[in-house]
């Protein structure tokens, strides 16, 4: 995707062929900056601390992240660290540990003084990995968003509601529910995007809308509990989120809030969708509510807001009362029941066992 009309990643190699960089999305929206990462810490820290963000994108930034800690130390012990390490920064996006277990297999029986060339040519390969499945992701929803549209009378927009942020900037570009968005936009289909604003962290606001206004597709932002009411009065055609993990079983685990957007959906008649790169998918795992480990995070990023006065600076605020405890429960878990489909790069899948089955037969033992 683009930036001021240059094309960028999320994540890519430096001029120098090894040092890593990335976009510091805790910035953003009022500023465009980039971080150079240079060591195996560096890359912990830019995923514990949300500069990176986004299953997928954690992922390849932990793979990249094993391919610094080589360029120190090619052993099996530094490998087993750095594995360890990057896999204790988040414990909830199933991505993580998908790429780390790829980084390992593909350098544990090569001899040290290869592994470092072999770590980078794997983290390509997933990067560029990435950026197909979300292609693919964006074609397949693409139909859906086709078939609404021509159901409405012509030059009327389909109306897209999306949680959080499941855009580019999760991805390593395109990303995922975004993706039939942006195609349906370059194919002409009018559309329009409700982004709410997700709080905390305000992914919506902050990056999704920041991403749509970018690329000219017309969008509203809107606070988190409208959703409801614009689907009651038939505002939405349709949602589409993302996903941080989904079960064996359809289950999906995703920002925080998402539960809430899927019941009012079912409520109202509304599809909702979920777009689903398969290396998401964690297929030790049946009950979603039961098994999937919630991330806690710090109470800071309830209590407090971060934005751009007046006078142009950024500034953080309190919004709460001093002294008023407060919790931070980072994901929730929406039954499969109430999701309408999985859209995978592969096609839309029932959201069951047996769905995902037919597409992906060779993962279900």
Not at 185 to 204: K, L, S, Y
Not at 229 to 237: A, S, W
Request: proline content about 5%; some cysteine.
């Amino acid at each position: 995707m683009k930036v001021d009309g240059k094309p960028y990643r999320t994540i890519w190699l430096n001029d120098d062929g090894w040092s890593v960089e990335i976009i510091d999305q805790t910035l953003m929206p009022h500023r465009f900056e980039t971080v150079t990462l240079k060591n195996l810490e560096a890359a912990a820290h830019a995923i514990k601390a949300m500069l990176v963000r986004g299953a997928p994108l954690i992922g390849a930034t932990a793979a990249y992240g094993i391919c610094l800690a080589m360029r120190a130390d090619d052993s099996d012990e530094a490998l087993d660290r750095a594995y360890d390490t990057l896999y204790a920064t988040r414990p909830t996006a199933v991505n993580l540990r998908w790429a780390l277990d790829e980084m390992r297999a593909a350098l544990r029986n090569r001899p040290r003084g290869a592994r470092v060339a072999a770590a980078y040519a794997r983290a390509e390969e997933i990067c560029d990995e990435d950026v197909e499945i979300c292609q693919s992701i964006g074609r397949h929803g693409l139909k859906i968003i086709r078939e609404i549209a021509a159901s409405k009378p012509a030059g009327e927009p389909v109306n897209i509601l999306t949680h959080c942020n499941a855009g580019w900037l999760a991805t390593v570009d395109w990303g995922t529910a975004t993706a039939p968005m942006y195609m349906a936009f370059e194919e002409g289909i009018p559309i329009h995007v409700w982004a709410d604003e997700t709080r905390p962290r305000n992914q919506g606001a902050s990056l999704t809308a920041w991403e749509l206004k970018g690329h000219g597709v017309p969008h509203t932002v809107i606070a988190d509990n409208v959703g409801g009411h614009l689907m009651q009065h038939g505002k939405v055609d349709l949602c589409i989120v993302g996903t941080d993990r989904t079960t064996a079983s359809g289950d999906v685990c995703n920002k925080i809030g998402t539960y809430l957007k899927a019941l009012a959906a079912h409520a109202n008649d509304v599809p909702f969708y979920v777009a689903l790169p398969s290396p998401t998918i964690d297929w030790t795992v049946k009950d979603g509510v039961k098994e999937i480990p919630i991330e806690q995070r710090g109470g800071e990023e309830v209590s407090q807001m971060t934005g751009r006065t007046a006078a142009g600076a950024i500034e953080t605020v309190t919004i709460t009362p001093d002294g008023s405890p407060v919790a931070n429960f980072a994901f929730d878990v929406t039954p499969a029941r109430y999701v309408t489909g999985l859209i995978t790069e592969r096609g839309v899948a029932e959201a069951s066992r047996e769905g995902l089955a037919k597409l992906f037969p060779e993962r279900v033992r």
